[in-house]
């Protein structure tokens, strides 16, 4: 079979730290790289589970929006107290 060549960027430590543990594992970075892209191929989808940050869910991202038009509207605006952190 013929081999190609495969070229990304990632973070160097994030790089260093897959390195380390591929070879905890008797491994080389390019063997996992493959098992995954041969997971995803059989598969058909990302072998593991991905979740968004539930920050931009849309209940939250609507209500956001709404305190954004209230305060551009002038509206539901009262002062309150800031709490400090330590």
Same mark, same amino acid.
């Given at each position: 079979?013929? /081999?190609a060549m495969v070229n990304f960027r990632m973070d160097s430590q994030l790089k260093n730290d897959m390195e380390k543990v591929c070879r905890e594992m008797?491994?080389?970075p390019s063997a996992a790289y493959n098992l995954f892209a041969k997971k995803?191929? /059989?598969e058909r989808r990302i072998p593991f589970e991905?979740?968004?940050d539930p920050f931009y869910s849309a209940q939250n991202m609507d209500r956001l929006n709404k305190a954004i038009s209230d305060i551009k509207a002038g509206r539901n605006m009262s002062e309150h107290e800031l709490i400090e952190a330590d």
């Open positions: 079979m013929a /081999q008797g491994l080389t995803v191929t /059989q991905i979740t968004a």
